[in-house]
């Protein structure tokens, strides 16, 4: 399978615990973004990588988000000290190079429940 | 930022009608406005993408239309078939990929048999 892949795809913490998601997009793709979805709603954007380089953070993003893409390959989101309010489906989407792919590939997405 | 507002947020229809979703977007610079498909339980797909240089574009039973000085683009499908069911997300963005996308609520779309 060639597709985004996400990893776990179910997580249930305790309300203060950390937690840490891995997305690895499509191999050639250069541009990588995490998503929060709950439900009923459409994704809300968190955070776009362009290869290494984090380029842009949704200001919803708390202080307890961070997200890194190390190599340019693949990504992690980690949420600290986590609360209910976390509990959602975590989508991590990659797109390719050129300016005119503008399509983005979704993975399965991380479901994250905090108790 | 951008906001996009999307309706309706349900639509039921009988197999065979037509089907239409509206969004309308805040950012006038926005130029990229893609239509996503999610069935249930499934990953977000796109159906569908418009730019900003066209005003019409149609793929088979699909097509979206956008009109930029009123700041709405609408999606359209045609003879609606049951597989048509899923959750429906427009979205718009600055650029292809150099931005990301903000997307609308969704609708979910029933297709009665």
């Known amino acids: 399978d060639t597709g985004v892949s996400q990893n776990p795809r179910h997580k249930i913490t305790k309300r203060g615990q950390n937690v840490t998601f891995r997305c690895d997009p499509i191999s050639e793709h250069n541009r990588l973004y995490w998503y929060r979805q709950t439900l009923g709603q459409g994704p809300e954007f968190l955070t776009y990588?362009?290869?290494?380089?984090?380029?842009?953070k949704s200001r919803l993003l708390s202080d307890r988000f961070s997200a890194e893409r190390p190599k340019g390959s693949f990504s992690t989101l980690e949420i600290q000290r986590t609360e209910q309010g976390d509990s959602a489906m975590y989508l991590c989407?990659?797109?390719?190079?050129?300016?005119?792919?503008?399509?983005?590939?979704f993975g399965e997405g991380s479901r994250l429940t905090v108790l | 930022g951008e906001n996009v507002e999307q309706h309706p947020s349900t639509l039921s229809v009988q197999e065979g009608d037509s089907a239409v979703i509206k969004c309308t977007y805040s950012?006038?610079?926005?130029?990229?406005f893609p239509w996503y498909k999610q069935e249930l339980g499934k990953r977000p797909q796109l159906i569908i993408d418009i730019r900003s240089n066209v005003g019409e574009k149609k793929d088979q039973r699909i097509a979206v239309t956008l009109n930029k000085t009123a700041k709405h683009f609408s999606l359209h499908i045609t003879e609606t078939q049951p597989e048509d069911s899923a959750v429906y997300f427009c979205?718009?963005?600055?650029?292809?990929?150099?931005?990301?996308?903000?997307f609308g609520s969704g609708t979910r779309l029933q297709v009665q048999p």
């Open positions: 950012d006038s610079a926005s130029n990229y």
């Open positions: 979205a718009a963005s600055i650029g292809t990929g150099r931005r990301a996308l903000t």
């Open positions: 990588f362009q290869n290494e380089a984090q380029l842009e």
């Open positions: 989407a990659s797109s390719g190079r050129t300016p005119q792919t503008g399509e983005l590939f």
